[in-house]
């Protein structure tokens, strides 16, 4: 997996919402370049993973930016998002 894709993922924590706001954005801004993680299933359970864990976060604009995200990635993954649909 890309190592700046990894560590915005990991930056995702409920307890740290500043933290995980900023992560989210810039999440949101690298989801449409992500078929080549989507291919490995490794990596697209990790981004899935997150993106789930972060749909809990009950803050508007994380969910805004998240929103966007998952558009981006359904529009480019949607192939290999049938096991989380």
Not at 32 to 42: A, G, H, K, L, V
Not at 59 to 85: F, G, K, P, S, T
């Amino acid at each position: 997996m890309n190592n700046i894709l990894y560590a915005v993922l990991k930056n995702i924590f409920p307890e740290h919402l500043e933290l995980t706001r900023i992560a989210i954005k810039a999440f949101a801004r690298a989801a449409p370049y992500t078929n080549r993680n989507f291919r490995i299933d490794e990596q697209r359970a990790y981004i899935m993973n997150a993106v789930l864990n972060a749909a809990k976060i009950q803050d508007e604009e994380v969910l805004d930016h998240l929103m966007q995200a998952i558009v981006d990635i359904a529009r480019v993954n949607y192939d290999y998002l049938e096991e989380y649909i």
